[in-house]
């Protein structure tokens, strides 16, 4: 079973940039798809993207396409989100998790191995 392990974040003015990563213990990545979603205090979970084992992004929030991306490293067990144009409704704690299927799903689902996210705050 993968753990998953977000970090990364942290306090960004708006329309800052930063880069999460999320790195895999216990089992390499290459055999999953991995996601990113969010949790704001109050609000419900939501799915970002995806990318595949063959490095297809899914997109599942319409607000970040454009501003966010996500990459792949295999080589060191680790998945990247970066993001720009940062906007205060960004502000969440962030995490990732693995799928142990190669593509991405049509609707985003959380995966399994989440470790504690990451806080990104986004204020002036």
């Known amino acids: 079973q993968v753990q998953l392990q977000a970090s990364g974040g942290g306090l960004v003015q708006p329309g800052g940039s930063l880069r999460l990563s999320c790195a895999a213990s216990?089992?390499?990545?290459?055999?999953?798809?991995i996601n990113w979603f969010r949790q704001a205090p109050g609000k419900e979970r939501e799915g970002l993207l995806c990318?595949?084992?063959?490095?297809?992004?899914?997109y599942y929030r319409h607000s970040v396409k454009g501003r966010f991306t996500i990459s792949r490293d295999n080589a060191k067990n680790t998945v990247y989100l970066q993001m720009s144009g940062l906007r205060p409704e960004d502000t969440a704690v962030y995490y990732c998790?693995?799928?142990?299927?190669?593509?991405?799903?049509?609707?985003?689902?959380?995966?399994?191995?989440r470790g504690q996210g990451t806080q990104v705050t986004v204020s002036s």
């Open positions: 998790g693995a799928s142990a299927r190669s593509q991405c799903g049509t609707f985003f689902t959380p995966g399994t191995g």
């Open positions: 216990g089992n390499t990545l290459n055999d999953y798809s």
């Open positions: 990318i595949s084992t063959t490095e297809r992004v899914t």
